[in-house]
């Protein structure tokens, strides 16, 4: 299908001024950590019978369109370093030179998108700014609004990892939509985000910890999505148990699957039993003694990784080894993240985990996970998302797990070689508890 998109207007939109004692904002040293790409969302919208047609006719572009422009301002004026530019590398200016909006139609009806995904397609209702392997840094965030022929809408958000993690963004979103819907509703709650990151984890002006390199370089790489619906899920989480992890989360046991097919596509083509490593990113706000808040603005995240080296592949060993890697890091990382103790922690931890990936001889897989972040409870006015999903970036090569809309399924977006995908797609455990591509509209 040829999908023709019309950018019909372009503007930015700025915050109200920033107060002088907030125009430097310093970032986190968790912060300098993070590749410079944006994290690219998308929330589809439909006209449908559960928006009340005398509240909001047909979809009107013009006024939604206003609507969001003024919340977004609006927005922009609580989370104000989102509307500033990067000084150095270890700051932000918060100039308030504002963020890119975009509004565009498309030459297709949405349910043409929905009804059989494909990652190629997102990037239409995104910024072509941010698709080039190294997009620019000059604005942190950058917004799409895209009108279907059908009266639906896909919103694009595309946010500077630099600034936000899975969490932070959902928390910009989240407020925004608060702030639209507050329009016609006063005494709707607009979420405030917490800036005490960099006071706790302060940057190192001499920054010299090296991320480590993921995803797969320099070959040609295959993305498919793949559903794990509650009762699958359901159904796993019993293969999976054992006296060691008696009850599996489901993004355990979903990321077990996935990396236990992919380790087979991998030693069926190399004709080897190579060892694996899972890494994997975590959201330790609440972890940390004492805790962050839920609303704490940055990247609080930290990557740890799983290894296995059985020849037998195990499904109930990979989710031990998940489990029992994931306290490790929690218990590591719970105290020690203060100051200078927080960048030698953190050090060596990285310093760990890039040896263990630079290696040729070590099967890599990368998980992202924006389970339990409730994208889905993002109305602007005209409802909850009919879809809302990750574009991921190709720079990265991960494998993104993503709510289903009831919350209790996962979305995998799955990337890996072209001929480790000509393996994994056909693997029977793997058909036996997710779907391939089946339509967001059922």
């Known amino acids: 299908m040829e999908i023709k998109v019309e950018i019909i207007n372009r503007e930015v939109k700025k915050p109200s001024p920033t107060p002088h004692h907030l125009r430097c904002f310093d970032l986190c040293l968790l912060d300098q950590l993070q590749p410079k790409v944006f994290i690219p969302l998308v929330l589809f919208y439909s006209n449908n019978s559960t928006v009340n047609p005398s509240d909001l006719p047909h979809f009107k572009a013009a006024d939604i369109s206003h609507r969001l422009k003024t919340s977004l301002s609006e927005t922009l004026s609580r989370f104000y370093p989102l509307a500033g530019r990067v000084k150095d590398n270890v700051s932000i200016e918060c100039n308030d030179a504002g963020v890119d909006y975009l509004q565009a139609r498309v030459n297709c009806r949405q349910s043409d998108i929905l009804e059989r995904p494909e990652q190629k397609t997102l990037y239409h209702f995104l910024p072509k700014e941010i698709v080039s392997p190294q997009p620019s840094t000059e604005r942190l965030v950058l917004v799409q609004v895209t009108f279907f022929d059908c009266g639906g809408m896909a919103i694009g958000v595309c946010v500077s990892h630099m600034l936000a993690d899975a969490a932070t963004t959902c928390m910009f979103i989240h407020s925004w939509a608060g702030a639209a819907l507050a329009a016609r509703a006063s005494d709707m709650a607009v979420l405030l985000p917490e800036f005490s990151a960099a006071s706790r984890i302060p940057p190192r002006i001499e920054f010299n910890i090296r991320s480590p390199s993921r995803g797969l370089v320099n070959r040609t790489t295959v993305t498919r999505r793949y559903v794990f619906h509650a009762s699958n899920i359901a159904a796993l989480k019993a293969k999976a148990a054992s006296t060691k992890v008696p009850q599996p989360t489901r993004i355990e046991v979903v990321s077990s699957l996935i990396w236990k097919c992919a380790i087979i596509a991998s030693r069926s083509n190399h004709r080897s039993l190579m060892p694996s490593m899972l890494t994997q990113m975590m959201n330790i706000r609440e972890k940390l003694v004492p805790p962050f808040p839920k609303n704490a603005f940055g990247n609080l995240v930290c990557t740890f990784g799983a290894q296995t080296t059985e020849s037998e592949i195990q499904l109930h060993n990979l989710v031990i080894e998940l489990r029992k890697r994931k306290e490790a890091i929690c218990e590591d990382y719970a105290t020690k993240l203060y100051g200078d103790e927080a960048f030698s922690i953190i050090s060596e931890k990285f310093k760990q985990l890039g040896n263990l990936l630079a290696s040729k001889d070590i099967h890599h897989i990368f998980f992202s996970s924006w389970c339990r972040n409730p994208l889905y409870d993002a109305d602007f006015g005209w409802g909850k998302p009919t879809w809302v999903t990750v574009a991921t970036m190709v720079l990265n090569?991960?494998?993104?797990?993503?709510?289903?809309?009831?919350?209790?399924?996962?979305?995998?977006?799955?990337?890996?070689?072209?001929?480790?995908?000509?393996?994994?797609?056909?693997?029977?455990?793997?058909?036996?508890?997710?779907?391939?591509?089946?339509?967001?509209?059922?």
């Open 397 to 442: 090569n991960p494998i993104v797990l993503m709510d289903t809309r009831d919350g209790s399924g996962i979305e995998a977006w799955i990337t890996l070689s072209e001929e480790d995908m000509a393996l994994f797609e056909h693997d029977k455990e793997l058909l036996e508890f997710a779907s391939f591509n089946p339509s967001v509209l059922n």
